[in-house]
Nanobody
Framework: VQLVESGGGLVQAGGSLRLSCATSGRTFSTYVMGWFRQAPGKEREFVAAISWIGVITLYADSVKGRFTISRDNAKNTLYLQMNSLQPEDTAVYYC???????????????????WGQGTQVTVSS
């Protein structure tokens, strides 16, 4: 499975961005998908995740109510709509894929087998 993120950029505080993660392969619909981010000098942290048919979603407390994760299985694409962005949201954002049967909770990085290269999101104050 190959993952390619896009949609990052520079935005002012309060603005919005929509990240996309295009995937290869015919099994996208069977994967749990997640978004993580890593700011300079910090550990990679969980942002949001979605189950294979989109029924279950999970968000980090820091983004709840501002970010929305979604997926289009027909297009093999994962999305992250980010609203009310703040400078502390500045980071490289990564999408990740995990087989549905993998162990570990959705916010556990080690359950994800495949990672994209990341896209930079910078929020200015």
């Amino acid at each position: 499975v190959q993952l390619v993120e896009s949609g990052g950029g520079l935005v002012q505080a309060g603005g919005s961005l929509r990240l996309s993660c295009a995937t290869s392969g015919r099994t996208f619909s069977t994967y749990v998908m997640g978004w993580f981010r890593q700011a300079p000098g910090k550990e990679r942290e969980f942002v949001a995740a979605i189950s294979w048919i989109g029924v279950i979603t999970l968000y980090a407390d820091s983004v709840k109510g501002r970010f929305t994760i979604s997926r289009d299985n027909a297009k093999n694409t994962l999305y992250l709509q980010m609203n009310s962005l703040q400078p502390e949201d500045t980071a490289v954002y990564y999408c990740a894929a995990s087989p549905s049967g993998a162990s570990g909770s959705y916010d556990y990085p080690d359950r994800y087998d495949y990672w994209g290269q990341g896209t930079q999101v910078t929020v200015s104050s």
